[in-house]
């Protein structure tokens, strides 16, 4: 596996080609809880990637603190191809009778 992000509360790291297809959108970055393209997660999931939590326990309770992204060594290249694509579908389309 591959990982591309680790997006957590304390420090949040992305893979330099992840990072510049997600800037390239547009798409506003904090949209949950501080955690930067977390709520865009469904659609690395689509575009092939596996989101693993990451959660702390303290005796009796526990809580999150992020995820990492990862994707199957032999499919990078084609999660980089699809993803981009998906985003644009959250992008509003242009009104052209304005």
């Known amino acids: ?16 080609r992840f990072l510049k297809i997600l800037e390239a959108t547009g798409l506003e970055p904090e949209e949950f809880e501080g955690l930067p393209y977390f709520s865009y997660s469904p659609f690395f ?6 989101i693993s ?3 702390r326990e303290h005796g009796d309770h526990s ?3 992020g995820v990492s992204i990862d994707v199957p060594d032999d499919q990078v290249e084609i999660f980089y191809d699809v993803l981009p694509d998906l985003l644009a579908q959250l992008q509003p389309e242009d009104d052209e009778d304005e």
């Open 63 to 65: 809580h999150f603190e």
């Open 53 to 55: 939590p990451r959660i």
């Open 45 to 50: 999931v689509i575009a092939g990637a596996t």
């Open 1 to 16: 596996m591959t990982q591309l992000a680790s997006i957590t509360l304390e420090e949040t790291r992305f893979e330099d």
